[in-house]
């Protein structure tokens, strides 16, 4: 097999970016920036910057309110050494609101000549108080098989999220198939072939830190990533197939042949320091480095909690239990507690809790030894009152509805199709909640599968769903079935619109929230206080 090398391919495709100047590695023995930039959590008056290097250097940073980078500030950015794969971040400060903020990064080796690389520019725009806010979502990238594909034109569908030009971009989990070897060629359906650009990493699963790694290396091969990357914050989260498929405590790699390496910790702890190494997020402190739940916050229209429903979980079981339990847990005791707190004292109009799986829809895990259905996500399909995970969530819900917290919609992906999911506790087997929608994305650049079915516990009704026809699944990105969510909040009305663009960009679904009158005197009240 003919692997492509990640290098050449970087300094071919660099050019092709018009935002990222080329770079010339054969002419001088100079730094490389063969992963461009990420910008990722946005936040008011910040912004993490990321990149990596090829060899041992130093991050160097500007940034100014113009292209011409006309009275710009400097940053000495932080050492990129082999410890963290030559990746670095820098959080910039002090930025101002409402601003097109535009960042040159650059490497300086650590040699007495301090070689600097080629810079990479990027650009973003800092949300101010009179925006009005756009972003988009989705998740499912490169898995199943169906990599970047230069014929078809790559994973198109980021270019597509970029020219409706967001404000940030949640990835919504499975940023890589770290449990899925791309080949260099796939039949699809209708007899086509998919063709792969293909690299040592990715041609097995990932087991050693540094093929954990060379997944993410993989998707920045791709020109529509790097530039999309470069336009757009971001806020990442995970879930399974940035390790192993379904991995919980229960997870058994006993007989799968394509695993040397049987110890699922082992796989855990190389996957989550390749994650933390090349998300562009902003690191948690000391008191729990790894964490990756938090809350970023967009002034008086929008709060967005970012879960993790992989890391505290309990192991995936038949889910009938009828006490909570260490075997119950999803969110687990101290997120669940951090998300009660941040949503009973958030002032956000809109509260988006971005989650890595839908709460209401069947996935399956396999059986138990016993032979009883075992289920990945909270639903158990049976339909009747909560019980196993669901016990967790019905907890949430009803915390929501006594504690008045309106204007709260979830958004997520897991399944590779689209979806919109009207909650109804009218409909429900367990009825203490307020009604609320799910609003389920993607994939981005993986197999096309679904319907999933729906498990009445919550009174999920299917508003609308976007999946393969009746009998086939893992359907390529040819067949044109790969969605994002685009939504948009308008700051006059605050209403919320959800729309699901397909791969080429074209609207196939939109829903329009209106914001509940009761926060809005709220807030027109404390608007009035603040005057």
Same mark, same amino acid.
């Given at each position: 097999?003919?692997?492509?090398?990640?290098?050449?391919?970087? %300094?071919?495709?660099?050019?092709?970016?018009?935002?990222?100047?080329? $770079?010339?590695?054969?002419?001088?023995? *100079?730094?490389?920036?063969?992963?461009?930039?990420?910008?990722?959590?946005?936040?008011?008056?910040?912004?993490?910057?990321?990149?990596?290097?090829?060899?041992?250097?130093?991050?160097?940073?500007?940034?100014?309110?113009?292209?011409?980078?006309?009275?710009?500030?400097?940053?000495?950015?932080?050492?990129?050494?082999?410890?963290?794969?030559?990746?670095?971040?820098?959080?910039?400060?002090? +930025?101002?609101?409402?601003?097109?903020?535009?960042?040159?990064?650059?490497?300086?080796? +650590?040699?007495?000549?301090?070689?600097?690389?080629?810079?990479?520019?990027?650009?973003?725009?800092?949300?101010?108080?009179?925006?009005?806010?756009?972003?988009?979502?989705?998740?499912?990238?490169?898995?199943?098989?169906?990599?970047?594909?230069? #014929?078809?034109?790559?994973?198109?569908?980021?270019?597509?999220?970029?020219?409706?030009?967001?404000?940030?971009?949640?990835?919504?989990?499975?940023?890589?198939?770290?449990?899925?070897?791309?080949?260099? &060629?796939? /039949?699809?359906?209708?007899?086509?072939?998919?063709?792969? +650009? *293909?690299?040592?990493?990715? &041609?097995?699963?990932?087991?050693?830190?540094?093929?954990?790694? =060379?997944?993410?290396?993989?998707?920045?091969?791709?020109?529509?990533?790097?530039?999309?990357?470069?336009?757009?914050?971001?806020?990442?989260?995970?879930?399974?197939?940035?390790?192993?498929?379904?991995?919980?405590?229960?997870?058994?790699?006993? $007989?799968?042949?394509?695993?040397?390496?049987?110890?699922?910790?082992?796989?855990?702890?190389?996957?989550?320091?390749?994650?933390?190494?090349?998300?562009?997020?902003?690191?948690?402190?000391?008191?729990?480095?790894?964490?990756?739940?938090?809350?970023?916050?967009?002034?008086?229209?929008?709060?967005?909690?970012?879960?993790?429903?992989?890391?505290?979980?309990?192991?995936?079981?038949?889910?009938?239990?009828?006490?909570?339990?260490?075997?119950?847990?999803?969110?687990?005791?101290?997120?669940?507690?951090?998300?009660?707190?941040?949503?009973?004292? #958030?002032?956000?109009?809109?509260?988006?809790?971005?989650?890595?799986?839908?709460? =209401?829809?069947?996935?399956?895990?396999?059986?138990?030894?016993?032979?009883?259905?075992?289920?990945?996500?909270?639903?158990?399909?049976?339909?009747?009152?909560?019980?196993?995970?669901?016990?967790?969530?019905?907890? /949430? +819900?009803?915390?929501?509805?006594?504690?008045?917290?309106?204007?709260?919609?979830? %958004?997520?992906?897991?399944?590779?199709?689209?979806?919109?999911?009207?909650?109804?506790?009218?409909?429900?087997?367990?009825?203490?909640?307020?009604?609320?929608?799910?609003?389920?994305?993607?994939?981005?650049?993986?197999?096309?599968?679904?319907?999933?079915?729906?498990?009445?516990?919550?009174?999920?009704?299917?508003?609308?769903?976007?999946?393969?026809?009746?009998?086939?699944?893992? %359907?390529?990105?040819?067949?044109?079935?790969?969605?994002?969510?685009?939504?948009?909040?308008?700051?006059?009305?605050?209403?919320?619109? $959800?729309?699901?663009?397909?791969?080429?960009?074209?609207?196939?679904?939109?829903?329009?929230?209106?914001?509940?009158?009761?926060?809005?005197?709220?807030?027109?009240?404390?608007?009035?206080?603040?005057?």
């Amino acid at each position: 097999m003919q692997f492509i090398k990640p290098t050449k391919l970087a %300094l071919a495709i660099a050019g092709l970016s018009a935002l990222n100047a080329p $770079v010339f590695a054969e002419t001088v023995d *100079v730094p490389q920036m063969e992963q461009g930039i990420q910008i990722g959590d946005l936040a008011p008056g910040r912004a993490i910057v990321w990149s990596r290097a090829d060899r041992p250097a130093r991050m160097m940073l500007k940034y100014a309110y113009n292209p011409q980078f006309k009275d710009a500030i400097s940053v000495r950015g932080p050492y990129a050494l082999a410890e963290t794969d030559f990746t670095a971040r820098q959080d910039l400060t002090g +930025l101002a609101d409402g601003k097109d903020v535009y960042v040159k990064v650059w490497f300086e080796d +650590l040699t007495n000549a301090r070689g600097k690389s080629a810079a990479e520019v990027g650009h973003f725009h800092t949300i101010g108080k009179r925006d009005d806010i756009r972003f988009v979502w989705g998740g499912d990238t490169a898995g199943q098989g169906w990599g970047i594909n230069e #014929s078809f034109g790559g994973m198109k569908i980021y270019e597509a999220m970029r020219q409706v030009q967001p404000q940030f971009f949640i990835q919504s989990g499975d940023n890589v198939y770290s449990d899925g070897p791309i080949p260099e &060629s796939k /039949l699809a359906e209708n007899g086509q072939i998919w063709t792969n +650009l *293909v690299t040592p990493e990715v &041609s097995k699963v990932a087991e050693t830190l540094d093929e954990f790694r =060379g997944r993410y290396k993989y998707n920045l091969l791709d020109e529509n990533v790097r530039r999309f990357n470069a336009e757009v914050p971001q806020i990442w989260q995970w879930d399974d197939h940035e390790v192993v498929n379904n991995w919980s405590d229960s997870k058994d790699l006993s $007989v799968d042949p394509r695993y040397t390496e049987k110890n699922v910790p082992t796989l855990i702890a190389h996957a989550t320091k390749a994650f933390l190494e090349y998300a562009p997020l902003r690191p948690h402190d000391a008191e729990e480095s790894e964490r990756i739940y938090r809350k970023i916050s967009y002034g008086k229209l929008l709060d967005v909690f970012v879960l993790d429903m992989r890391s505290y979980r309990g192991p995936n079981t038949a889910n009938l239990q009828t006490q909570e339990n260490a075997e119950t847990a999803f969110l687990g005791a101290e997120q669940m507690a951090w998300l009660q707190d941040e949503l009973k004292h #958030s002032k956000a109009t809109w509260k988006v809790i971005s989650a890595d799986m839908p709460i =209401g829809l069947n996935i399956g895990d396999g059986n138990t030894a016993q032979g009883q259905a075992r289920w990945e996500a909270v639903a158990n399909g049976n339909d009747g009152p909560a019980a196993g995970r669901e016990l967790e969530i019905a907890r /949430l +819900l009803s915390f929501i509805k006594h504690e008045q917290i309106n204007n709260l919609v979830w %958004l997520t992906a897991d399944v590779h199709y689209a979806a919109a999911h009207y909650y109804d506790p009218a409909k429900a087997a367990s009825k203490d909640f307020a009604p609320f929608w799910e609003f389920v994305a993607g994939p981005l650049n993986a197999g096309s599968f679904g319907p999933n079915s729906t498990d009445g516990t919550f009174g999920p009704q299917v508003v609308f769903s976007k999946a393969p026809p009746a009998g086939q699944a893992n %359907l390529s990105p040819y067949a044109g079935l790969q969605f994002f969510g685009e939504v948009n909040i308008d700051k006059k009305s605050r209403a919320m619109t $959800v729309d699901f663009k397909d791969i080429d960009g074209a609207v196939v679904f939109s829903k329009t929230l209106a914001a509940e009158a009761e926060r809005e005197r709220e807030h027109d009240h404390q608007d009035r206080d603040r005057d």
